[in-house]
C-alpha cells in the first residue's frame, strides 16, 4: 500500500518546534476533510468497503485509506473502521466522533516521535503546551472553537482598545491592526491589570493560533481577529484601511445590497 506520506516521520523532526509542526500540518489535514471538504470526506467512507482510516497528512492534506499492513506499524494508526459507522448515526454526532479519535492520534503521534528523538521531561511539556495552544479537532468541527474565539472579542472596546499594541507609534491614527497582540478580554479594556496570554487568541479565519510573532487584524463589523496572512492582509495594507470587512462580513454586505 502506498504510504501516502503518513507513514515516514518527518526528515528533520529532531526538535519540540520541529514535531510540532507536522502536529499542525496534519491537524490541518484532518480539519478541511471535516469541515471544508466533508462531502467528500463522507463519500469516502463507504460502509460498503473495509475498514478505513483518517489520516492527516504532513502536507496539510488527508486521506481516507486502509490502515497499515506491517505490524507493528512504522506510526500509530487511527481509529479503525470509522465507515462502518458512518450511516448508522446522526452526520454531526458521526463526525464529532471522528474528531475525537483523530485528536487522539495526532497527540499519538507526536509523542512518539518525541520517544523516538529522545525528547527530554522538558522538550515533552514544551510540545505539549505548543499543542494545547490550538484548539483541538473536535473544538473546530464543533464549533467550540469559533464561539470561545467570539467570547474573547470585547464588544465595547473603541477602535484603539481593538488594536492591541501597534508596530510603531505612526500607525496608530490609521490602522486597527496588531502585529504583536491579538484581541484583549473586556477586563483589559476596563484597565485591570491582569492581561491576556497572546497565545490564546485564535484567528477567525484558520481556528489556530501562532502566538504574538505574527500580524493580526480586526473586523471592524463582527469584531473578529485574523492572522493577516490568512485574509490577505499585509501591514502595509492596513495603514490605508478606514474600515476593515473579513471575507465572511464582506460577502454578506454585497449580498444584501444585490438583493436590496
Same mark, same amino acid.
Given at each position: 500500500?502506498?504510504?501516502?506520506?503518513?507513514? =515516514?516521520?518527518?526528515?528533520?523532526?529532531?526538535? !519540540?518546534?520541529?514535531?510540532?509542526?507536522?502536529?499542525?500540518?496534519?491537524?490541518? %489535514?484532518l480539519i478541511k476533510a471535516l469541515t471544508t471538504d466533508v462531502k467528500k470526506f463522507y463519500m469516502s467512507c463507504d460502509p460498503e468497503k473495509?475498514?478505513?482510516?483518517?489520516?492527516?497528512?504532513?502536507?496539510?492534506?488527508?486521506?481516507?485509506?486502509l490502515p497499515a499492513e506491517e505490524v507493528p506499524p512504522e506510526l500509530p494508526e487511527p481509529a479503525l473502521g470509522i465507515n462502518f459507522a458512518r450511516d448508522g448515526m446522526n452526520e454531526k454526532d458521526w463526525l464529532s466522533?471522528?474528531?475525537?479519535?483523530?485528536?487522539?492520534?495526532?497527540?499519538?503521534v507526536?509523542?512518539?516521535?518525541?520517544?523516538?528523538? %529522545?525528547?527530554?521531561?522538558?522538550?515533552?511539556?514544551?510540545?505539549?503546551?505548543?499543542?494545547?495552544?490550538?484548539?483541538?479537532?473536535?473544538?473546530?468541527v464543533t464549533g467550540i472553537a469559533k464561539k470561545e474565539s467570539k467570547e474573547k472579542t470585547p464588544k465595547n472596546s473603541s477602535k484603539s482598545?481593538?488594536?492591541?499594541?501597534?508596530?510603531?507609534?505612526?500607525?496608530?491614527?490609521?490602522?486597527?491592526?496588531?502585529?504583536?497582540?491579538? !484581541?484583549?478580554?473586556e477586563e483589559e479594556s476596563e484597565g485591570e491589570d491582569q492581561q491576556e496570554d497572546p497565545d490564546t487568541?485564535?484567528?477567525?479565519a484558520?481556528?489556530?493560533?501562532?502566538g504574538q510573532d505574527l500580524f493580526w487584524i480586526c473586523c471592524d463589523i463582527c469584531e473578529k481577529w485574523f492572522h493577516g496572512i490568512c485574509v490577505k492582509i499585509t501591514p502595509a495594507k492596513a495603514e490605508h484601511i478606514k474600515q476593515y470587512k473579513?471575507?465572511?462580513?464582506?460577502?454578506?454586505?454585497?449580498? =444584501?445590497?444585490?438583493?436590496?
Amino acid at each position: 500500500m502506498d504510504s501516502g506520506g503518513f507513514m =515516514a516521520p518527518p526528515p528533520v523532526a529532531r526538535t !519540540p518546534e520541529d514535531v510540532f509542526k507536522d502536529f499542525r500540518a496534519r491537524r490541518s %489535514g484532518l480539519i478541511k476533510a471535516l469541515t471544508t471538504d466533508v462531502k467528500k470526506f463522507y463519500m469516502s467512507c463507504d460502509p460498503e468497503k473495509e475498514n478505513l482510516c483518517l489520516y492527516g497528512l504532513p502536507n496539510e492534506t488527508w486521506e481516507v485509506n486502509l490502515p497499515a499492513e506491517e505490524v507493528p506499524p512504522e506510526l500509530p494508526e487511527p481509529a479503525l473502521g470509522i465507515n462502518f459507522a458512518r450511516d448508522g448515526m446522526n452526520e454531526k454526532d458521526w463526525l464529532s466522533l471522528v474528531a475525537l479519535h483523530s485528536d487522539s492520534w495526532l497527540m499519538s503521534v507526536a509523542f512518539y516521535f518525541g520517544a523516538r528523538f %529522545g525528547f527530554d521531561k522538558e522538550s515533552r511539556r514544551q510540545l505539549f503546551s505548543m499543542m494545547n495552544n490550538l484548539p483541538t479537532v473536535y473544538e473546530v468541527v464543533t464549533g467550540i472553537a469559533k464561539k470561545e474565539s467570539k467570547e474573547k472579542t470585547p464588544k465595547n472596546s473603541s477602535k484603539s482598545n481593538k488594536s492591541g499594541s501597534k508596530p510603531s507609534r505612526q500607525s496608530e491614527p490609521k490602522s486597527k491592526a496588531s502585529k504583536m497582540q491579538p !484581541p484583549k478580554d473586556e477586563e483589559e479594556s476596563e484597565g485591570e491589570d491582569q492581561q491576556e496570554d497572546p497565545d490564546t487568541a485564535v484567528c477567525g479565519a484558520c481556528y489556530q493560533n501562532h502566538g504574538q510573532d505574527l500580524f493580526w487584524i480586526c473586523c471592524d463589523i463582527c469584531e473578529k481577529w485574523f492572522h493577516g496572512i490568512c485574509v490577505k492582509i499585509t501591514p502595509a495594507k492596513a495603514e490605508h484601511i478606514k474600515q476593515y470587512k473579513c471575507p465572511s462580513c464582506s460577502t454578506s454586505s454585497k449580498r =444584501a445590497k444585490s438583493s436590496a
